[in-house]
């Protein structure tokens, strides 16, 4: 153990193995899927766990039901465990910041169906203190999220998709000798 404090500039890393800096935080954030083609994904989830490795939620009344993010798979997945051999039935490659990120970055559109049923689902967001919130109070939900938007369709609609979450666009360039040498 002295070993890996020395190697970890001194800091003091505890029985788990790393610092607290890179510890899990425990959360409560919480988000809403609707329009799911797999209807038995339609429901709230609660975060299980999330580190800059991994995001889960669970589903609350049905744990086979889960969204995740891994660094390995580097995009959402939306998948249930006992069908389809736990198959990823939807899935979004928007790269959160688990820390910055309201909800842990979990994506609220975009998400694209793999092996479910037509109809991609949509998200609805639940930041930790928003327990209890409707739908007719999206002004103290935004307000608890850190936003100014009071009416989130209208503001979507009039502004242009956020850089990190446009998609990359990748362009070749090809160089030719004019000796004609190969």
């Given amino acids: 153990m002295e070993e890996l404090k020395e190697l970890s500039g001194g800091q003091d890393l505890g029985e788990s193995g790393y610092t607290m800096a890179d510890a899990p935080r425990p959360s409560k954030a919480k988000v809403e899927v609707k329009g799911a083609g797999e209807t038995r994904l339609n429901g709230t989830y609660n975060v299980q766990f999330a580190t800059k490795d991994r995001i889960e939620f669970t589903k609350q009344d049905d744990e086979q039901c889960q969204i995740f993010w891994s660094c390995w798979k580097d ?108």
């Fill in 75 to 182: 995009e959402w997945v939306m998948l249930i465990g006992d069908y389809k051999m736990g198959s990823t039935l939807y899935r979004n490659n928007y790269r959160p910041n688990w820390k910055a990120d309201v909800c842990h970055g979990c994506p609220e559109d975009n998400w694209q169906k793999w092996f479910g049923k037509d109809g991609s689902p949509s998200i609805r967001l639940i930041p930790e203190g928003a327990e209890g919130v409707e739908v007719g109070e999206k002004g103290k939900a935004a307000e608890l999220a850190g936003d100014n938007v009071t009416d989130v369709d209208a503001e979507a609609a009039a502004k242009p998709p956020s850089p990190s979450r446009a998609p990359l666009c990748i362009s070749w360039l090809t160089l030719t000798s004019p000796l004609g040498l190969a």
